[in-house]
């Protein structure tokens, strides 16, 4: 019982990344219609900024500090990379965006190895990995916990109250009535890929310190944050959310009593699969009709 | 000089050119209807002054060429407000956040008290303000489109079809309303429509477009009563 529910406490830790990553990869599928497989590379790449610059032979900033920088950083850098990369190529078909998504992993992939090397480094916690209840769970991942639920809740009342973020709905919702109205669509997309790009900025941050920093640490995780979107509804924000826990705390029970911690990646693939043959739409998420 | 004025405009989509290069004029506090068979480039035209269809000629909104520039800046520099067919309702909002879209390019604070203009002319919308707006009715989400439009306070209004799948009843109290805003706020309006009787009732004139070009042009009343118009336009 009490593997049980430390399991369970610490798929919630886990799942706390996996919801960020489906939040940041949904609201970029909102906006344009595909996934964002260079997601979890981008956030890679975050990570390693951050840890310039908090590390000695770095800045040597704060962690606080740095972490606010980085999410800055990464929101400027997203939006620029939709701006110079995607909007030039909006109209083009699908598979030009798939390209240039594989592209963009490939790059922030290389380029992170090259610039930082591949020996993994360790990564700071501000929250100690001291146990927070004995046997459950350690401080840092209650700090996980709750530095996504914080950002959860400001992305949640950002979208909601905030004539902006009702704006940016609108314009990944129907650009053309959008435009009409004097939204400037453009921008609010650029917005919107700054904003993904922060929040999967953050995701990094959290988990590096679990996973150790390397270039390929969110390799695994961003499948588990693609299950996490696709079970929740790849139109629904909320339901990426709930998905993202529930993919977090199904992983370790899946990985501790059923298949073993060796094919607990193959969970995350099978639940993708399975959730798109039985209710492609997700939990949440809305049956998307289109006219041909 | 017109508030709107139209010279040689040509649109085109891709390679084909849907409008031909005609001239048409909107008078400052004027109703003007666009009338025309499937396919006679009435949409087109909004669209054009919009910004939305690539074109060439001129345009000129208060003595200023809008070609080539964005729709967004369109909208806001000189206060058009379109009403697309179908309504361009924002589905997944609620019926009051639509009504705030419709005022995205003003300042927070200064539209507060035209909520209420918008519920005067539409009290229906008031009781449904929380809504989500894709299950308002057809009537219900024509009237929220053209209460978003208000929002903007407008000096033109591009109406497209706004009777399109509307109970009679519903589309002659629109027509009714469209006519009072007119006069109330002094609104420009150009109105494309299938329903050449309604929308020749409250103009002052009209346009009949034919496969891209300007077939006749005139006051209302006359186009109205012209023999060849009736028959192949109003049915009787």
Avoid at chain 1, 195 to 211: C, D, Q, R
Avoid at chain 2, 105 to 116: M, V
């Amino acid at each position: 019982m009490d593997l049980f529910i430390e399991q369970t406490v610490s798929g919630l830790a886990t799942g706390a990344i996996y919801a960020c990553l489906a939040l940041a990869v949904v609201m970029i599928y909102q906006a344009i219609d595909h996934f964002n497989f260079a997601q979890g590379e981008m956030a890679m790449f975050s990570t390693y900024i951050a840890w310039y610059l908090m590390d000695d032979a770095g800045l040597g900033l704060p962690f606080w500090v740095a972490f606010v920088v980085c999410i800055v950083i990464s929101f400027i850098g997203g939006a620029a990379i939709e701006r110079i990369v995607f909007a030039p190529i909006s109209d083009a078909p699908v598979l030009s965006h798939i390209i240039v998504f594989i592209a963009l992993f490939s790059m922030f992939n290389s380029l992170a190895g090259f610039l930082f090397d591949f020996t993994p480094k360790n990564f700071e916690t501000p929250f100690g990995h001291t146990p927070f209840i004995e046997g459950v769970i350690s401080s840092h991942r209650v700090g996980m916990i709750a530095v996504t639920l914080v950002m959860l809740g400001m992305i949640y009342a950002f979208f909601r109250f905030t004539p902006i973020g009702l704006a940016m709905r609108a314009a990944a919702a129907a650009p053309e009535s959008a435009r009409l109205v004097g939204v400037r669509v453009g921008f609010m997309l650029a917005l919107g890929w700054g904003l993904a790009a922060s929040v999967g900025a953050v995701a990094g941050m959290l988990i590096a310190p679990i996973t150790f920093l390397t270039p390929d640490m969110m390799l695994g995780t961003l499948l588990y944050g693609f299950a996490g979107a696709v079970v929740g509804g790849l139109t629904s924000p909320l339901g990426a959310v709930i998905g993202g826990f529930m993919v977090g705390i199904l992983e370790n029970w899946m990985g501790t009593f059923v298949v073993g911690s060796q094919l607990k990646l193959t969970v995350a693939l099978v639940l993708i699969i399975v959730v798109l043959l039985v209710k492609p739409a997700g939990l949440l998420g809305r049956v998307v009709v289109k006219r041909v | 000089m017109a508030l709107l004025e139209i010279k040689g405009l040509k649109a085109y989509y891709g390679q084909i050119e849907a409008l031909h290069g005609f001239d048409l004029s909107l008078e400052e506090g004027e109703i003007t209807a666009v009338l025309g068979a499937n396919g006679a480039g009435k949409t087109t035209t909004l669209r054009a002054i919009c910004g939305m269809v690539k074109s060439a000629g001129s345009i000129t909104v208060e003595g200023e060429n809008v070609v080539g520039m964005s729709t967004e800046a369109i909208v806001a520099k000189h206060k058009i407000a379109h009403v697309p067919e179908g309504c361009g309702t924002f589905v997944r909002v609620s019926q009051e956040e639509n009504l705030r879209l419709g005022a995205v390019t003003r300042r927070y604070r200064e539209i507060e008290k035209d909520y209420e203009r918008v519920y005067h002319y539409f009290p229906r919308l008031k009781e449904r303000r929380n809504q989500q707006a894709g299950t308002l009715s057809g009537g219900e989400q024509q009237m929220l489109a053209v209460g978003r439009a208000l929002m903007l306070r407008p000096k033109i209004m591009l109406l497209d079809e706004p009777s399109f799948g509307l109970a009679p009843i519903i589309t002659e109290e629109l027509f009714r309303i469209l006519g009072q805003i007119n006069r109330d706020e002094g609104v420009s309006m150009l109105v494309v429509e299938q329903n050449a009787n309604l929308a020749l009732a409250i103009s002052k004139n009209a346009y009949l477009l034919e496969t891209g070009n300007v077939a006749m042009t005139g006051p209302a009343d006359q186009i109205m009563d012209d023999e060849q118009v009736r028959k192949s336009y109003l049915g009787y």
